[in-house]
């Protein structure tokens, strides 16, 4: 299993923060892993809304779809992409820390299913390089 790991405090309120990682079309403007996201569903983002997301990874693009599947205002969402290869989860949550600050943490797991398990460690590299470039990003707007 590859994962990508990112913590920062901001002084950004809890529920802007929230609704940033909860609508994931905005991730095209921080992980350069993402070159087009879409919503497709309407009305307000919940529970169960569901994003199409294109990756370029390991040469070529993948197309995602991932589901909001925890919704917990202003703490805590997970976005979900499995595919019949492997399975996308992003886990993200905001936390007070002193009485003007919240800490983020973006935690990306991405693993292979049966035998796509061997794509692992290209999943790791992969996720690796980009984690990097989207964790400079995430710093510069929180």
């Known amino acids: ?39 497709l569903d309407d009305g307000p983002v919940g529970l169960g809304s569901r994003f199409e997301v294109t990756l370029r990874a390991l040469g070529r ?3 995602l779809t991932y589901e909001l599947v925890t919704y917990g205002p202003p703490g805590k969402v997970v976005l979900r992409a499995e595919s019949s290869l492997f399975v996308s989860e992003d886990t993200i949550t905001i936390t007070p820390v002193g009485e003007s600050a919240v800490e983020v943490h973006y935690e990306a797991r991405l693993s292979g ?3 796509a398990v061997v794509f692992d460690p290209a999943f790791k590299l992969s996720i690796d390089h980009f984690g990097k ?6 710093r510069a707007r929180l």
């Open 1 to 39: 299993m590859a994962t990508f790991h990112f913590r920062a405090t901001s002084e950004k309120p809890a529920q802007e923060l929230f609704d940033f990682f909860a609508d994931m079309t905005n991730a095209k403007g921080w992980d350069p892993s993402i070159t087009k996201a879409i919503r």
């Open 113 to 115: 299913k049966g035998a």
């Open 133 to 138: 470039q989207a964790g400079r990003e995430l």
């Open 61 to 63: 693009d993948l197309v």
